[in-house]
């Protein structure tokens, strides 16, 4: 039996509501104010911690994304940028162009795209009755090259393509403004790919290449309109700062004249990414610890790997992070921004806010219950710099962003331990940070997550 709102239970929702005379003065207070500001505790802010006993020796910048879901690669890249720097001795304020491989990420999710869709031709869209096969099609349509993407996206892309300093490929308004063309380029997708299923299949069969080349020359235009054309060669002319004296008569330039992005990567930064190991915390009985994951039908470029993460209980990835730190590497991580962050205060801490006092109730769920119902999820990625602890014991840490000097405390955030143990799902690290056991769980064929699963968030 099902139930219905009555005009009966309309009347007692309002008395009940009425009834309790604090609800009136937040209504008055909430419906002109953001509500994260009634349930901020005033007198947080004195009992938190500014200065970190362990924080990476590395002077930078602070990047920024602006209005584009491109979080995971303004992450890696900060990793990556400050290997650089340090190496070498460069301004603080050298950056990576994260709009080259924006470029590139978005041509190749287009290229798996409409692979995907020759691949699946069989599958009929013109009905109702929908199997297995379709309701992947029609996930794959709803769900089209977006902003994000995921490590092993990262990986495939320097590896094909290189990176190149941002002085070679600037931002364009589009980069940082990305709906317009994520609509515009999805769009003209669906139409290929209706173009493509409508096509006859001995024909499609014998002219595929084709046929996908003449799509794809026109995804490459539409990107270059929008976010310029990448470079094949670049010169890099970089200023080499004097450590006792930043003033601008001390800086020396160098150059590197005449060489492809790809050869810039393998010769000149300071990054292996073989190196590395994805770890994620899903503590769900349904998905045990210490076995190897991926996801199913995770964008990436076709022919390359696919990301693989090992599923440890959370105090594994705390130790990786503090063993990353003290070796001088930041270190990436995918988090649920949503949950109980203060912008203007810079902070991620479940106890600087009161919920239940202000509304009467409290939205929190354990981890597991959060993921299954879809309260929480990887939605997110940052970079931690740095942590502190009290008695050995690790209490904070030092989170840096991608949202420009303007948020949190000019772009940093403190994140309490207790909220990394509940948000935070992903971290990358260098396999030096993790015991043998864990690296020798690399060896397993991985468990395939479903494609609806939450660890396939970021991709989006």
């Not at 990793?79 to 470029?103: A, C, D, G, H, T």
């Amino acid at each position: 039996m099902v139930k219905n709102i009555t005009y009966k239970n309309l009347k007692n929702y309002s008395y009940n509501f009425n009834k309790q005379k604090t609800n009136k003065v937040l209504k008055n207070v909430n419906t002109k104010t953001p509500f994260r500001n009634l349930v901020l505790k005033s007198d947080y802010q004195q009992n938190k911690r500014q200065v970190f006993k362990k924080v990476i020796n590395t002077e930078t910048t602070i990047t920024d994304q602006k209005n584009s879901g491109r979080c995971w690669l303004f992450a890696f890249l900060n990793i990556i940028r400050f290997k650089m720097i340090q190496k070498y001795n460069l301004l603080p304020s050298f950056e990576f162009s994260e709009v080259y491989l924006f470029f590139y990420d978005k041509l190749e999710k287009a290229n798996y795209y409409l692979n995907f869709i020759v691949e699946n031709f069989s599958v009929n869209l013109e009905t109702l009755n929908y199997n297995s096969d379709t309701l992947k099609t029609v996930y794959m349509l709803q769900n089209l090259p977006g902003d994000g993407g995921n490590w092993k996206i990262f990986v495939n892309l320097i590896e094909k393509y290189g990176i190149i300093p941002k002085s070679n490929m600037d931002e364009s308004f589009h980069s940082s403004n990305s709906k317009e063309l994520e609509i515009l380029y999805n769009d003209f997708l669906r139409k290929c790919g209706h173009k493509l299923k409508t096509t006859p299949k001995t024909e499609l069969l014998k002219y595929k290449d084709k046929i996908l080349d003449e799509m794809l020359s026109e995804c490459y235009k539409i990107l270059v309109l929008f976010l310029g054309e990448p470079p094949s060669t670049i010169t890099w002319e970089y200023y080499e700062k004097n450590s006792k004296n930043i003033k601008s008569e001390s800086l020396k330039a160098k150059t590197i004249a005449n060489i492809t992005p790809l050869e810039f990567y393998k010769k000149y930064v300071p990054y292996n990414a073989k190196d590395k190991i994805c770890l994620i915390n899903y503590p769900c009985k349904y998905a045990p610890f210490y076995k190897l994951y991926t996801v199913e039908m995770a964008y990436n470029i076709v022919g390359a790997g696919i990301e693989t993460f090992i599923n440890v209980p959370i105090n594994i990835m705390t130790d990786a992070v503090k063993k990353s730190i003290d070796n001088e590497e930041a270190v990436w991580i995918g988090i649920d921004v949503n949950k109980y962050i203060s912008l203007d205060d810079g902070f991620l801490d479940k106890d600087g806010f009161d919920y239940e006092n202000v509304f009467g109730f409290s939205n929190y769920m354990e981890k597991c219950d959060a993921l299954n119902y879809r309260q929480s999820g990887p939605i997110h990625a940052l970079i931690i710099k740095g942590y502190n602890f009290e008695n050995s014991k690790t209490n904070g840490f030092l989170i840096e962003n991608s949202w420009g000097e303007k948020t949190g405390f000019q772009g940093y955030y403190y994140m309490a331990n207790t909220w990394f143990e509940d948000y935070t799902y992903q971290i990358v690290v260098d396999k030096k940070c993790v015991s043998q056991k864990i690296l020798d769980i690399l060896k397993q064929k991985p468990n395939m997550l479903p494609y609806w699963s939450p660890f396939g968030t970021l991709t989006k």
